[in-house]
């Protein structure tokens, strides 16, 4: 009913709910809300299904792999943008001299390296699917904020994903 009222698939509210719980269980402070995950999927990817292209955006497939891959801009330093050099090889993103946002909810590789964590239990922690990604984010703004259910904690939690307050304000709003 959720997806259905939200116009949200029922594999991403699924994914974000998941992660909510795994977190309540694995950090019991941070007070984290399956809204909050869902905010965060909206503003970056339309919940895995906006792909950067007018035509032909991505979907997530029945294993929540969002299809095809979504791939953000090289952070090469242009004006705007992060300089952040290769941290993965190009394994992630498919670029060896900068760095690109990958998947759902948009990791770069190096935090992916330090967040991302296999929640749909195929024994691989994959940025682009969903459950993984959704987890990885919780995991991140859980380790980073404190506890979310406060208004600093919840500012702080998501300054750490994206410092910048237009993307606070526009989380908030799609939460």
């Known amino acids: ?4 009222d939200t116009g949200v698939t029922s594999q991403a509210i699924a994914a974000y709910g ?6 309540a269980e694995s950090w019991p402070e941070c007070g984290i809300n399956w809204t909050t995950l869902a905010g965060i999927g ?15 955006g991505s979907s ?3 294993a929540g792999v969002a299809t095809p891959t979504i791939v953000g801009i090289p952070l090469d330093g242009s004006p705007g943008v ?12 498919g670029d060896t001299q900068f760095d690109r946002a990958v998947g759902p909810m948009q990791f770069i590789p190096e935090s992916w390296q330090r967040y991302g964590r296999d929640a749909n239990g195929d024994g691989y922690a994959d940025p682009h699917q969903i459950d993984d990604a959704a987890l990885g984010s919780a995991h ?9 259910s406060t208004p600093e904690g919840w ?9 910048s307050n237009e ?7 799609a939460a």
């Open 167 to 173: 993307y606070l304000i526009n989380v908030r709003d």
């Open 140 to 148: 991140l703004l859980c380790t980073s904020g404190g506890d979310l």
């Open 82 to 93: 992060a300089r952040i050099a290769d941290t993965d090889g190009g394994r992630l993103d």
């Open 42 to 56: 909206y503003v970056e990817t339309r919940h895995g299904t906006y792909s950067g292209k007018l035509f032909g």
């Open 18 to 23: 998941n992660a909510a719980l795994i977190a």
């Open 1 to 4: 009913p959720i997806a259905v």
């Open 155 to 163: 500012t702080r939690a998501l300054h750490a994903y994206n410092m």
């Open 60 to 62: 997530l497939d029945e």
